[in-house]
């Protein structure tokens, strides 16, 4: 991949940026959680069912990354942000906080964060890294008295800030894609969007993703080998 003065790069990534440090992907072995497939756990039925099962799982993940740090691929995409200034941007699935504590600014939680929950009707979120592991403990707003919720966007929910990533994916020039098994819309679609535009195309992974036919280029390893390689020309 070759980046120029004038190009705009747009990097999406998944669970995969996180593996390597030591934060389980969905899909892959491990993508279970005491028995319960992610799914199970991440859609407001689940939520509406037992919140209590829901928060003692998002709980369990604010624990895991704040034990986690960052990697080689998170400094490499922070490293190149300050290359590029505002010709960077980046979309993130991932909701741990690893890109940002590797020093990313310019930075979207599409599916929103671990360290902040909202209620359910006030809807504003705050910033939260509390663990909540019993029904007496589950939280409640200081304001109207309902139920807190995690600041995640779960399964049948609407990713945050749609019009401002098509407008990011509308002046890119150049699209990355690390960690991501390409299976959940509407980022699994950002790759058709900007095949369209005939902009180059980059995945990088140690499999394929399932929607590898419509990158220009798969780069097969790890993200933390392959990033600091990738950007060593920038
Ligand atoms: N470096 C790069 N990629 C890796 C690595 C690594 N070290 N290890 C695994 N991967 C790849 C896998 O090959 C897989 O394609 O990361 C991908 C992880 O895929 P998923 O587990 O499906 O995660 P993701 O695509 O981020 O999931 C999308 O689904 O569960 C929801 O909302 C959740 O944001 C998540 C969304």
């Known amino acids: 991949m070759r980046l120029t003065a004038e190009d705009h790069l747009f990097a999406l990534t998944g669970a995969g940026i996180s593996a390597e ?18 799914e199970e756990v991440a859609t407001p039925e689940a939520w509406m ?4 099962l829901v928060w003692r799982f998002y709980s369990m993940r604010r624990r895991d990354a704040m034990a986690a740090e960052p990697n080689a691929a998170h400094f490499a995409l922070a490293a190149v942000e300050e290359q590029l200034g505002d010709r960077f941007y980046l979309c993130t699935q991932n909701v741990d906080d690893l890109h940002e504590r590797a020093g990313s600014q310019r930075l979207h939680h599409m599916h929103g964060t671990l360290f902040a929950s909202r209620c359910v009707r006030c809807n504003r979120p705050f910033a939260d890294r509390a663990f909540y592991e019993s029904v007496k403990a589950l939280p409640a707003c200081s304001v ?10 779960w399964f049948g929910e609407m990713p945050l800030d749609m019009d401002g990533i098509y ?3 509308d002046r890119a020039t150049v699209l990355l894609v ?6 959940v819309y509407p980022a699994a679609g950002f790759v058709q969007i900007a095949r369209r535009r005939g902009i180059h195309t980059v995945y990088v992974g140690p499999e394929k993703p399932l929607n590898a036919s419509s990158f220009s280029e798969i780069l097969l390893g790890t993200a933390a080998e392959t990033l600091p390689e990738l950007f060593a020309s920038v």
């Open 21 to 38: 440090s030591g934060l389980a992907t969905f899909r892959g072995s491990g993508g279970l959680w005491n028995g319960h497939r992610v």
């Open 49 to 52: 069912a037992n919140p209590e």
């Open 144 to 153: 109207c008295g309902r139920a807190v919720r995690p600041h995640i966007v």
């Open 167 to 169: 407008s990011q994916l």
């Open 178 to 183: 690390v960690g991501t098994s390409g299976s």
